[in-house]
């Protein structure tokens, strides 16, 4: 999560929320940690052909 907050710029919180809603749109996946935490998160294949242009 303090990667995250140093990329985006947000406190804690804030960071969850958008991970929440990125993990919601099946961008990113959580790896690592159980149901409440998660530790790692990875950017689907769906994420992945956004960032390129390929809807």
């Given at each position: ?38 530790h ?16």
């Amino acid at each position: 999560m303090k990667e995250v907050s140093v990329w985006l710029q947000l406190k804690r919180d804030a960071c969850g929320k958008v991970l929440r809603k990125l993990e919601s749109k099946g961008l990113v996946l959580p790896i690592g940690g159980g149901l409440a935490r998660s530790h790692k998160f990875m950017f689907t294949e769906k994420a992945v052909a956004l960032l390129h242009g390929k809807n």
